[in-house]
């Protein structure tokens, strides 16, 4: 039986816009804004994603289409020395991540059940002290987390098109409209003028080695980059069909989706008179603060929690289909009995996420700012030193087998250029 593909174009889009938006744009984005000077961490933001995200983007894109494998292999396949070990490295990373990540898409399912009970009355208690509520509450946040997993392998559990391409149709949609409404009420409100102004105006005094650290994890985390994700989806993809499209479409979208999200918390704080520096804490402090504090409030918590939880259940699909996919094809386990054992155990590992925000916040720099760049060169070694550049540069040739002639310089750039950004990047921010 051959590999299973995406099904249509669409599908595919959909599918890979659901990896890369999630709680990278919407719950990252904005406290990293906060953190990092505001204006000027978009700036940077903008300009990491334009020179180095999309052509890592495409470089993964191809490295996963060539080798019609998951991470596991991929790199081996690929001709990459230690490629197997670097895969099993990067496994393993992916797993540390979504074990966190169980946790907080727990949180916003608990959030989306509290802000229905404060719309029908069972429930009069949803402001800025919820998220110290939910923290107390450790068996509330493992069940939460545990509801997450089963429905991650359920789907995932159904394959490419029954179970990803299926959900991310329905998703994707709904999460793009409900944050445009949202961005437009916040929009509205009095004193909303005061978030956008703090989303343009940088504050350069606070671009720091850690800050461009903040911004290069920040780039690669929410487009979804680290030789994992897009490596296995990109191995489903037709064998025909440009990947730079693919590429620019995903890193637009992913763009698009973290500008709407500041634009519908930013003034929503502004307006209420908080602050946009709580960190990991913001969307689960400061939005309920701001929602208690406006008229319908509740119902705007509980759009905005619904549409992140979408995407945020989409970004931990693709983390766990890493996981099982690359698994399946290693060992040859039936799909579904891996996805339910893999996300049993996901919930063991993050049970220390549960217990602290501090623990969480750490391994979110491990794993996610640090782990995932890193994974990114892993796979750009893949490809331009094992592939080679025939093999690269054959995934971009039309249907006559006519090959771009910018390919050349993005070869270049993908060989040399990004990796050593990203390297200096990553050894300065963690050294300064």
Excluded at 300 to 322: D, K, P, T, Y
Excluded at 379 to 385: H, K, N, S
Aim: aromatic fraction near 12%; hydrophobic fraction near 55%.
């Amino acid at each position: 039986m051959g590999r299973e593909l995406f099904s249509s174009r669409w599908g595919t889009a959909l599918a890979l816009l659901g990896v890369a938006v999630g709680l990278g744009n919407v719950w990252r984005f904005p406290y990293m804004m906060g953190l990092f000077g505001g204006g000027a961490f978009l700036i940077l933001y903008l300009a990491i994603v334009a020179a180095f995200g999309v052509p890592a983007l495409m470089a993964e894109l191809a490295l996963g289409r060539h080798t019609r494998r998951g991470p596991l292999t991929a790199f081996a396949e690929a001709g990459l020395p230690a490629g197997r070990f670097l895969g099993g490295v990067l496994y393993f990373g992916v797993a540390m991540a979504m074990s966190y990540y169980l946790v907080v898409v727990g949180w916003i399912l608990a959030y989306v059940v509290m802000a229905l009970g404060n719309i029908l009355g069972m429930m009069n208690d949803f402001g800025p002290q919820t998220f110290s509520r939910l923290q107390a509450q450790w068996p509330v946040q493992v069940l939460c987390a545990a509801l997450v997993a089963i429905a991650s392998a359920e789907v995932v559990g159904r394959g490419v098109r029954v179970g990803i391409e299926r959900v991310s149709r329905v998703f994707v949609p709904l999460f793009a409209v409900l944050m445009l409404l949202l961005a437009v009420r916040s929009l509205t409100l009095p004193g909303a003028i005061e978030g956008v102004v703090y989303l343009l105006d940088p504050d350069w005094g606070a671009v720091t080695p850690r800050a461009v650290l903040a911004a290069v994890g920040q780039a690669f985390f929410s487009l979804g980059l680290g030789g994992t994700f897009f490596v296995i989806y990109a191995s489903y993809l037709p064998e025909r069909g440009s990947l730079r499209r693919r590429a620019f479409t995903t890193a637009g979208g992913d763009v698009a989706a973290s500008l709407l999200a500041g634009l519908a918390i930013m003034p929503a704080v502004f307006a209420t008179g908080l602050s946009p520096d709580a960190g990991p804490a913001l969307l689960f402090e400061v939005v309920p603060a701001a929602c208690a504090a406006m008229p319908g409030g509740m119902v705007f918590a509980f759009v905005f929690f619904v549409g992140l939880g979408c995407v945020a259940f989409l970004s931990g699909v693709a983390a766990v289909e890493v996981l099982v996919g690359s698994l399946t094809e290693t060992v040859g386990w039936p799909r579904r009995r891996t996805a339910w054992i893999l996300c049993g155990g996901l919930v063991i590992v993050g049970l220390p996420a549960t217990l602290s925000v501090d623990y969480l916040f750490q391994s979110d720099l491990i794993w996610g700012s640090t782990m995932q760049p890193a994974g990114s060169v892993v796979a750009l070694a893949a490809l331009t030193w094992g592939l080679g550049r025939k093999g690269a540069l054959d995934q971009f040739s039309d249907d006559d087998g006519n090959i771009p002639r910018w390919t050349s310089l993005w070869f270049f750039w993908v060989r040399f250029v990004v990796p050593l950004a990203v390297i200096t990047a990553l050894v300065s921010g963690w050294i300064l």
